[in-house]
């Protein structure tokens, strides 16, 4: 099938505006990818209350079929993944993707990796803490007692697990946040793109896996209810493994196989493995596309999509 009668990029002119998004992720300023990272953390967190509050809401579709009632919760979930697009936040979760591709690609070194990678992660952390304290715990968002021991439910079982559990677990969710940034890039507009980024991270939710930014909003919100663990036992049993599991389905189970498979070459091909256009004939077409959505940077404030 020929890409160009497609509406959306075919796979090496998809992986060509991610390499370039990790390019615009490494100039940005300071400052612009702090406030871009607290606000990614935030977003997460705002669609992992949603989920929280549809289903501890629904303790009788719970009792009766629970497969029903997660599927229902998490729908809501990729609510924060479709803001942090639109608003071209930074999430450190697809991050792990997208500067491996642009790094092996020798776009961007290791230190704009790593110095990505740290305060992305650190200032996730904060936006997703900021949100489950001020407007999960405070404003009293879980407001009856079937959600807040929702709340605790859904806290222990990621924490009071082994830590090879949590570690596999980490590398199945971040391998479909990365297939969802994938996806979104490869879309020519925002209900593509929207659709790209929803279905991945619907299936991450509903088989279990877990999302280690988003794990700063579900297990402290259950903590200020009462869970049967500290801080300690949170740390190293789930936030250092479900973290790694993240990198390692992000960086080596997406971006490694994609950069070898379609990044390596200097030319563009379609889809049939025929030679296509090089990375700068279509550049005009591809940059006002990849711009609009957030995937290119063209100035200091504006930066690359982060989901």
């Known amino acids: 099938m020929d890409g160009h009668k497609v509406d959306s990029h075919n796979p090496p002119e998809t992986v060509h505006l991610i390499v370039q998004a990790g390019v615009a992720k490494a100039k940005l300023p300071w400052l612009d990818l702090t406030v871009k990272s607290f606000f990614g953390g935030f977003f997460i967190a705002l669609g992992g209350l949603i989920d929280l509050v549809v289903a501890g809401g629904s303790p009788s579709l719970r009792a009766s079929n629970p497969a029903l009632a ?3 919760a998490g729908f809501f ?3 924060g993944f479709v803001l942090i697009l639109l608003t071209n936040m930074e999430l450190a979760t697809s991050n792990f993707f997208t500067m491996t591709a642009s790094t092996l690609a020798r776009k961007t ?3 704009d990796l790593a110095k990505n990678w740290i305060v992305s992660y650190i200032f996730n952390v904060a936006g997703a803490l900021f949100f489950a304290g001020i407007l999960a715990w405070w404003s009293d968002a879980l407001n009856t007692d079937a959600q807040t021991a929702w709340a605790v439910s ?22 479909l946040v990365a297939l969802a940034m994938y996806l979104a890039t490869s879309g020519r507009d925002n209900t593509s793109k929207i659709y790209g980024i929803y279905i991945p991270i619907w299936a991450f939710v509903i088989l279990g896996y877990q999302h280690s930014i988003a794990n700063y909003m579900n297990v402290p ?5 009462g869970t049967n663990f500290g801080v300690g036992k949170f740390i190293w049993a789930s936030c250092i493994p479900v973290t790694l599991g993240n990198i390692v389905g992000g960086a080596v189970l997406v971006g490694l196989p994609l950069w070898i498979l379609y990044g390596r070459g ?6 049939a493995g025929m030679s296509g256009t090089k990375p700068g004939e279509d550049k005009e077409e591809m940059g006002r596309n990849a711009g609009a959505n957030g995937h290119i940077s063209g100035g200091r404030h504006r930066g690359a999509d982060a989901v």
Request: a negative charge.
């Open 70 to 72: 997660t599927v229902i």
């Open 77 to 79: 979930f990729p609510t």
């Open 109 to 111: 070194t290791l230190y």
């Open 154 to 175: 859904q806290a222990e079982p990621r924490v009071n697990v082994t830590w090879g559990y949590n570690f596999t677990r980490g590398i199945g969710c971040n391998l």
């Open 221 to 225: 919100l259950g903590m200020f209810y």
């Open 266 to 271: 200097p030319e563009i091909v379609n889809e």
